[in-house]
T-cell receptor, first 115, second 112 residues
Framework: DAGVIQSPRHEVTEMGQEVTLRCKPI?????LFWYRQTMMRGLELLIY????????DSGMPEDRFSAKMPNASFSTLKIQPSEPRDSAVYFC?????????????FGDGTRLSIL | DQQVKQNSPSLSVQEGRISILNCDYT??????FLWYKKYPAEGPTFLIS?????DKNEDGRFTVFLNKSAKHLSLHIVPSQPGDSAVYFC???????????FGTGTRLKVLA
């Protein structure tokens, strides 16, 4: 089975530009998570979707960040406008059920650098 | 306020010996715990989990021990192999929630 697929793997862009990160969860998984990993804060949950509906976006840093899940096989995380402090590795993860007591399976991440 | 702590940022172990990675938590509501392994430029990979109704779970060379009274869990790898060299994250969750709280990771280096 294919795992969680994220694109692009690397993104380098200038401050102020719009950035869109993409994720395809594992087929049959109905929970999807976006995380951000930084040296200072480790792995932080940004937003959680269940059955394509955003359940908890309390981890989204500010209004510049938005996420969508138009269908069960695709999600995007958008940053507009981007800032240097957004530089991090962004992971998408998916799991079966409501996420409770189910391991989350991670993609390989997008390394984002904002100059 | 770090609810899940991995106090050892790094650990080196000789090949064939036991690796013990430790994790402490503060929230008594946590009742499901997981260990993930992460290689460079890859996402975390699920390794093993344990529910609070157990105090031990074993899967091949990997065993997780849970001490609820001490709010402590550990991952034992025996025998350690060079391919086990990676960063290991512990994570905790409470029933009825979906959130994992991750520790900051321990970098394990297994020396050949």
């Amino acid at each position: 089975d294919a795992g969680v697929i994220q694109s692009p793997r690397h993104e380098v862009t200038e401050m102020g530009q719009e950035v869109t990160l993409r994720c395809k969860p594992i087929s049959g998984h109905n929970s999807l998570f976006w995380y951000r990993q930084t040296m200072m804060r480790g792995l932080e949950l940004l937003i959680y979707f269940n059955n394509n509906v955003p359940i908890d976006d309390s981890g989204m840093p500010e209004d510049r960040f938005s996420a969508k899940m138009p269908n069960a096989s695709f999600s995007t995380l958008k940053i507009q406008p981007s800032e240097p402090r957004d530089s991090a590795v962004y992971f998408c993860a998916s799991s079966r059920g409501g996420g409770d007591l189910q391991p989350q399976h991670f993609g390989d991440g997008t390394r984002l650098s904002i100059l | 306020d770090q609810q899940v702590k991995q106090n050892s940022p790094s650990l080196s172990v000789q090949e064939g010996r036991i690796s013990i990675l430790n994790c402490d938590y503060t929230n008594s509501m946590f009742d499901y715990f997981l260990w993930y392994k992460k290689y460079p430029a890859e996402g975390p990979t699920f390794l093993i989990s344990i529910s609070s109704i157990k105090d031990k779970n074993e899967d091949g060379r990997f065993t997780v021990f849970l001490n609820k009274s001490a709010k402590h869990l550990s991952l034992h790898i025996v025998p350690s192999q060079p391919g086990d060299s990676a960063v290991y994250f512990c994570a905790a969750s409470a029933s009825g929630t979906y959130k994992y709280i991750f520790g900051t990771g321990t970098r394990l280096k297994v020396l050949a």
